[in-house]
């Protein structure tokens, strides 16, 4: 049996859905078909978001990475453990996870980027080392 065409009018309707954040850890929000009734009303990307939410220590987190780019030259950047160590002092490696998280959610917000070798990156799949720049 042949397959048949797709005509404009049948388009994928995924592709009309607008980009969303997770308002949690700041990654993109994949649509699911289960989504399709509610999808205006879906604010996180699953159920560790939703159970997690955002906490005053991220808020925090948030305010001391604005504060630290502001210290800095406009094109100068800062590593996230700058702000985890400010607020977290001995145990900021703890913070380390939750200061991505704030930095991710800074970025969809058009706030910072994030960069890996001087490069502008996706923040939901960025890997490894990362650097926070306000945007140029």
Known sequence: MAHRQRHPAEADPAM???????ASCGRRIEWRA???????SVKYCSAACRS?????????L???????LQARAHD?????????????????RDLMEP???AARRM??????QITQ????????????????????
Do not use: Y
């Open 117 to 136: 070798g001087g490069v502008v990156v996706d923040p939901s799949t960025a890997k490894g080392a990362i650097r926070l720049r306000t945007p140029r």
């Open 107 to 112: 970025v969809a917000r058009g706030e910072l």
């Open 34 to 40: 289960k989504w399709a009734h509610n999808w205006d």
């Open 76 to 92: 100068a950047t800062i590593c996230p453990s700058d702000a985890a160590r400010a607020i977290g002092g001995e145990e900021w």
């Open 62 to 68: 948030e305010a001391t990475i604005a504060a630290l």
């Open 52 to 60: 997690h939410g955002v906490s005053k220590t991220d808020l925090q």
């Open 99 to 101: 200061a991505r998280r």
């Open 16 to 22: 009309d859905r607008a980009q969303k954040t997770c």
